[in-house]
Structures are given as structure tokens and as C-alpha cells.
């Protein structure tokens, strides 16, 4: 028993070390009074939980054979008997846990020597050899360390998730076996060794259906014979091999969470020098919030160009990019077509380079930057318009083209071969100026309020941030515009929240079409937000803000529910946005 006790607790030291490696902490915050959430998309990290939390029982039974130093001796038969297992659990991490079981059951097998744990009358061997039947009774409790090789290799996937409905687990331990129904106090050690199969059926994964292959080893002396007395048999262990059925159920709390809430942050400050004046002005905590509204299906990634062959500058055509942003190449063969009523379909496009919402202006009849205006962005492929077009801006504009599927507006180039539904629920022909300072009434009605800061359009913070002349003066105010930029000359931004949203709306019809469409919104929703951040990051007014104190937050699930079938509609068009916070203190 002693070197079971040390077994055991070396056990218990590498659970605790295991676990601990695995413990998340949420980073730092300045800058906010109030909690604030810490995202990670990585499917790798989660934020443990309590000590109580992630608890489970269980039980199986099942039937095992018995490996003994006479293994060799009577019928396969002879060597099955049943168990039975209960046990109580807790995970520590999606891949890391430790549960304690107490089983029950005998072993049987055969002996040549005759001991406490023979039967019956002696029979005799092919070779005419007397043996005996044996039985073994016993009950075991034993501690394990589990590793869920599903979420090891895949990752955790997430709470009340369709994926990895079915899990393998494997298993290792320790236990003290007692026997029991002979006549001498007999205990050993026990070690344990299992592959667990569990099948959930229902994405809350309370309950699972688990089949398990095992082995129990115990000493070699088990059956109360070793390899000195008879000179064969097992040199190392004697075994059980088995299978068991059972069932397992998971208490509340059940799954992880990839965010958590950081207490309210300490702000400190230097102390001043003692002196007799009384300092009646203290620094002033206060934020303030815009969004960012984006087109169906456009996050701005890869997009949209400032300059033929420099990076990418979504936000400048959300402010003030015209249509498609993209042109034909040869002017001389659309005309020609137009004419003739040829399909443009096949004819080379190019981009045109988008520039500073506040260095455009506006053109006579076409409306620039999406939800700028109460005219829609997107312009018809009618000859008329086309020729219009080219008199006042010197082009031919072109759609975004993919095979033969058109879209009436820019799209990442990941999504612009994706088939469409129906031409025209992609083309815009309404608009609420929700990106504009004429929309903000819209927005506050419609988007839930944050009574702590003050809320501005996008054109406002734009025409802050880069200069409100040219096409964003006429969208923005120009009092919030100063009260904006007076933010940025007498305050010191501290923390900026960005956090992405998408609409439950897909146009993807194949094999998986609800998973398949729920990963592209959210992979939409946190590059809508990487698009806003990046946009900040490279601006003179956020130079001085610490990279770490930018949070893209990339929620569990950023999508919300929209019952309207069409993507033009102002429930659809409020939940393509990006939320920004901006935490700022007046000193």
C-alpha cells in the first residue's frame, strides 16, 4: 500500500500540473470602468470554469476475461465473468479531466496449484496435468486522468455545438483492489487503461452513450501464483481485457466559454507632490460608440484599393466609393456592345482606386459610399445609364463578375463566385443613411443603447479622424465633428472595443448548408471587425494606444436572427455592422 499512496499522489501532482498549464487569464484592461469582455476565436483556448462546474457521473457494465499465470490452461469460456462501474468526474479543460470510479465484479480462470482461490474437484489436462478452476472476487476504486482526444486534436467546439457529436477519451490510473470471500485480508494495486467511445444525440451533450475498451493489470500474484513457484506463466502482470456499456450524464455547467468578463480596472496615477493647494480638477473616464454598416456578404478584406497595387482601404469606399469601385478595361468594345446588345459579360474589369471621402465630391445623379445617403449605391447595367455614367466621370462602370453570376455591389474576393439567389435581393435600391449623421436617430432607435457614452455616425468619426471637407462633410455634422476632434487634441485614447455582427441570411444550398452558412457569417462578422481596427490602428489619432488595448472581439456567436428574406431590408442592413467603443480620459 505504500507504493500505491505514492503512486497515487504523483498522480494527483501531474492532474494539478496538467490543469494549471492549461488555465486561461483574461489580459489586462485600461481604460473602462466597467467589465469588459475578452475575446479569442482560437478554438484551442477557453476560460475555465469554477471548481463546480463540469461535473459528471456514470455507469457501465460489461464482461471482461481474465490473463493469469496459467492463461494457457481450460477453455476461453471458462475465463469470462461481469463487472460492474460507477464513477463520479470532472473536466477541467475540453481536453483534460479526472474521474474516480468503484467497480465490482470476480475474474475466473484456471490454476495447476490449488490456493484460496481454487474450486471445485481437480481435473486433468490434455497432457494429464490436474488443474482447478479459480475465482477471484473483488472491488477496485481507482483514480484517472482523462484526455478527450477529440477536442486535444480538433479543438473545443464550442457550447450547445453540433460538432463532435461523438468523442473519444482515453484513460489512465490507478486503483486499490481489495479482495473479498476468502479467508485471508488480501489488497493490491491496480493499474487502469481505457479507450472510451461516447455518442452524444442532442447539441446540449447532457447525456452519452459511451462503450469502452479497457484492461486492468494487477500483479503477478493476483491469482495467488507467481513465476518462481511454477517457473512459467506472466513474468509482469496478470489482466483483465473487457468491454463495458454504459451511460454518462454532465451537470450543469456543461461547456466553456471563449470570453469572460475582466473586473473593473485601477486606474493609477503617479502621486503628486504634497503640497497645500487643494486640486479640485480629476481626470474625466468617458467613452463613445459608432458603427460601421457594410454591404451583404462584404467585410472589406482584400478589397478596394486606395492606390492600383497598395493595400487595401475599405473603409474609404464605405465612405465614398462608387458602385462596384471596379471598371471595364476597354471602353472602345463596351461601347461597341452597347450598341449592338451584346452581353458585357466576357469583357475585361479593373479596379478604380478609391480616395479620402473628404478629397471627393460628389457627382452629379450617383450616390457614393454605402448608407451615405438616402440613395442606394447600386447603379443599373442599362445602356442609357452606362453612357451617362462615362460623360460625367470619364469610365464605364462594371459589376463584379463570377462566371455568369453578377453582384450589384463590391464583395470580398473569397465570396464573389458564390452563387446568388436572386439577382436582385443583391442589388441595393433603398437606403436609411444609417452610416450617416442623417441616419443616427435610426441607428439609436433600432440598436440597443449604452446609456454611459455618446453615440456618433460613422461619417462623423470619419470626417474627425481624416478631415471633414469633400463628400463626408455633406453627411456628417460639423458640431459633432469638433466635439469629436476635440476629443482627439485634449484627451488620451485608452482602449478601443471592436466587435464584428452578421445576419443569419446565406445563400449556400449544398450538403451542411446551416453549419457551412453559420461559419461564413462568422468569419464575416470578425473580419468586418478586423477591417474597422485596422482602419484605426494606421490613423495619428490611436498611434499612441497600446496594440494589446485593442480588442477585436470575435463574439461566440456574432450572428443575429433575421426573418426578413430580403438582404435590403433595414432589419438586414442594422446587422451587418461593426460596433466600436472607444474608451477615452479628459485629463
Not at 512 to 520: F, K, L, Q, S
Request: charged fraction near 20%; glycine fraction near 10%.
Amino acid at each position: 500500500m505504500k507504493k500505491f499512496t505514492a503512486c497515487v499522489m504523483l498522480l494527483l501532482l501531474f492532474c494539478c500540473g496538467g490543469i494549471h498549464a492549461q488555465t486561461v487569464e483574461a489580459d489586462t484592461v485600461v481604460g473602462d470602468a466597467s467589465p469588459v469582455v475578452q475575446p479569442t476565436e482560437d478554438r484551442y483556448r477557453v476560460v475555465t470554469n469554477r471548481f463546480w462546474d463540469n461535473w459528471f457521473v456514470l455507469g457501465s457494465v460489461g464482461g471482461h476475461a481474465f490473463f493469469g499465470d496459467y492463461g494457457t490452461v481450460g477453455d476461453f469460456k471458462g475465463k469470462l465473468s461481469p463487472d460492474f462501474n460507477v464513477g463520479v468526474g470532472k473536466w477541467f479543460t475540453p481536453g483534460i479531466g479526472v474521474k474516480l470510479q468503484f467497480g465490482i465484479g470476480n475474474s475466473r480462470g484456471f490454476s495447476k496449484e490449488e490456493n484460496m482461490f481454487t474450486q471445485g474437484e481437480s481435473m486433468l489436462a490434455d497432457d494429464g496435468t490436474p488443474y482447478w478452476e479459480t475465482k477471484y472476487k473483488w472491488w477496485d476504486l481507482n483514480a484517472n486522468v482523462m484526455f478527450n482526444l477529440s477536442r486535444l486534436f480538433c479543438g473545443y467546439e464550442g457550447i450547445n455545438s453540433d460538432k463532435l457529436m461523438n468523442q473519444f477519451i482515453l484513460s489512465a490510473g490507478l486503483g486499490a483492489l481489495h479482495h473479498y470471500g476468502i479467508s485471508a485480508q488480501r489488497n493490491e494495486w491496480a493499474g487502469h487503461l481505457e479507450l472510451q467511445y461516447s455518442r452524444f444525440f442532442t447539441k446540449k451533450k447532457a447525456v452519452s452513450l459511451d462503450v469502452k475498451l479497457y484492461t486492468t493489470l494487477f500483479q503477478t500474484n493476483f491469482d495467488g501464483v507467481t513465476i518462481k513457484q511454477t517457473g512459467e506463466g506472466s513474468k509482469w502482470f496478470d489482466s483483465n481485457v473487457g468491454i463495458r456499456v454504459g451511460l454518462t450524464y454532465y451537470f450543469k455547467k456543461r461547456g466553456w466559454e471563449r470570453c469572460v468578463a475582466c473586473p473593473a480596472p485601477v486606474y493609477i496615477v503617479e502621486p503628486a507632490p504634497v503640497t497645500n493647494v487643494v486640486e479640485t480638477k480629476c481626470p474625466e473616464y468617458k467613452s463613445f460608440v459608432f458603427y460601421v454598416f457594410f454591404p451583404n456578404n462584404y467585410s472589406g478584406r482584400d478589397d478596394a484599393p486606395i492606390v492600383e497595387g497598395d493595400a487595401v482601404n475599405a473603409i474609404d469606399y464605405l465612405a465614398s466609393g462608387i458602385f462596384t469601385q471596379k471598371k471595364f478595361v476597354d471602353d472602345g468594345q463596351v461601347a461597341s456592345r452597347l450598341k449592338s446588345g451584346a452581353s458585357l459579360n466576357r469583357l475585361a474589369t479593373t479596379d478604380v482606386p478609391t480616395g479620402k471621402a473628404n478629397a471627393e465630391v460628389s457627382s452629379d445623379g450617383v450616390a457614393r459610399g454605402y448608407e451615405m445617403s438616402k440613395s442606394p449605391i447600386s447603379l443599373e447595367m442599362d445602356a442609357a445609364s452606362l453612357e451617362a455614367f462615362k460623360a460625367r466621370e470619364g469610365y464605364y462602370y462594371a459589376p463584379v463578375y463570377g462566371g455568369n453570376k453578377t453582384w450589384y455591389y463590391r464583395v470580398d474576393d473569397e465570396t464573389k463566385n458564390q452563387s446568388l439567389l436572386s439577382g436582385d435581393n443583391y442589388k441595393e435600391t433603398a437606403s436609411y443613411a444609417l452610416n450617416a449623421h442623417d441616419g443616427l436617430e435610426v441607428v439609436k432607435q433600432n440598436m440597443k443603447a449604452d446609456p454611459e457614452s455618446d453615440t456618433y455616425s460613422f461619417a462623423d468619426v470619419y470626417a474627425a479622424i481624416e478631415g471633414e471637407g469633400g463628400y463626408v462633410g455633406a453627411c456628417a455634422d460639423s458640431a459633432t465633428v469638433r466635439a469629436i476632434k476635440d476629443i482627439f487634441e485634449n484627451g488620451r485614447i485608452l482602449y478601443v472595443q471592436a466587435e464584428g455582427l452578421a445576419t443569419s441570411q446565406d445563400n449556400y444550398t449544398g450538403a451542411d448548408a446551416a453549419n457551412i452558412g453559420h461559419e461564413r457569417n462568422k468569419t464575416l462578422a470578425f473580419n468586418r471587425a478586423y477591417t474597422v481596427v485596422k482602419w484605426l490602428k494606421g490613423n495619428e489619432n490611436f498611434r499612441k494606444v497600446v496594440g494589446n488595448n485593442f480588442s477585436l472581439n470575435a463574439l461566440t456567436d456574432p450572428i443575429a436572427t433575421v426573418t426578413d428574406e430580403s438582404t435590403r431590408g433595414l432589419n438586414a442592413k442594422l446587422n451587418r455592422c461593426v460596433k466600436v467603443k472607444v474608451h477615452y480620459v479628459i485629463e
